[in-house]
């Protein structure tokens, strides 16, 4: 399968912990974005990079919220000092050339706080 | 505000007919505007992009129409069937940086027998 690939697909932790999610995106794609949504909603912009270079960050991106892409293929997003307000599922797509071109999406990895 | 609004907000339909979803939106400076179809449990697929100057755009039995004027989009799905069964999310982006898309809260499909 060469899609985007997430993992884990769920994650349950309690209230307080950190969590660590990783994208693996289709391997020609420079770009790279991460997305939250919430049951019943579209999903919302989080971050955006291009090969390893954070470009563009959500005003939704706390600063308990950080993410890598440090050799400009997978990334990392990890929570700190999670709250219950942070279950969501968390999406990953990745595009290649312009800005017309349709992003590719994980199957997202869905985050419970206890 | 850039927004984007869906209707319906969901729709069931008998297998075999046709549908139309409706998408408004005040996004500015607009850029494209993508539909997506999204099953239950799994990441937004997506189905076509149109750009400013395109007002139509058929993938398979999905087709698309873009009127920049209104500023409306639809979403017409012709001879339906149970897989067809999903949400539909509109997605408009303007230009200047990725800050700048805005996703619908999608139309939830269902397709029975």
């Known amino acids: 399968d060469t899609g985007v690939s997430q993992n884990p697909r769920h994650k349950i932790t309690k209230r307080g912990q950190n969590v660590t999610f990783r994208c693996d995106p289709i391997?020609?794609?420079?770009?790279l974005y991460w997305y939250r949504q919430t049951l019943g909603q579209g999903p919302e912009f989080l971050t955006y990079?291009?090969?390893?270079?954070?470009?563009?960050k959500s005003r939704l991106l706390s600063d308990r919220f950080s993410a890598e892409r440090p050799k400009g293929s997978f990334s990392t997003l990890e929570i700190q000092r999670t709250e219950q307000g942070d279950s969501a599922m968390y999406l990953c797509?990745?595009?290649?050339?312009?800005?017309?071109?349709?992003?590719?999406f994980g199957d997202g990895t869905r985050l419970s706080i206890l | 505000k850039n927004q984007v609004e869906q209707s319906p907000q969901s729709l069931i339909i008998l297998e075999g007919k046709n549908c139309t979803l409706q998408?408004?939106?005040?996004?500015?400076?607009?850029?494209?505007l993508r539909w997506y179809k999204q099953d239950t449990g799994r990441g937004p697929v997506s189905l076509t992009i149109m750009t400013f100057s395109e007002n139509t755009k058929s993938n398979g039995r999905y087709t698309a129409t873009l009127d920049a004027d209104t500023k409306q989009s639809s979403l017409h799905i012709t001879a339906s069937q149970l897989s067809d069964s999903a949400s539909y999310i509109c997605v408009v982006s303007a230009r200047g940086g990725y800050q700048k898309v805005t996703f619908g809260t999608g139309t939830k499909l269902q397709v029975i027998p």
């Open positions: 990079f291009q090969n390893e270079a954070q470009l563009e």
């Open positions: 391997s020609e794609h420079n770009r």
């Open positions: 998408c408004n939106y005040t996004v500015s400076p607009f850029s494209n």
């Open positions: 797509a990745s595009a290649g050339g312009g800005d017309n071109q349709p992003q590719h």
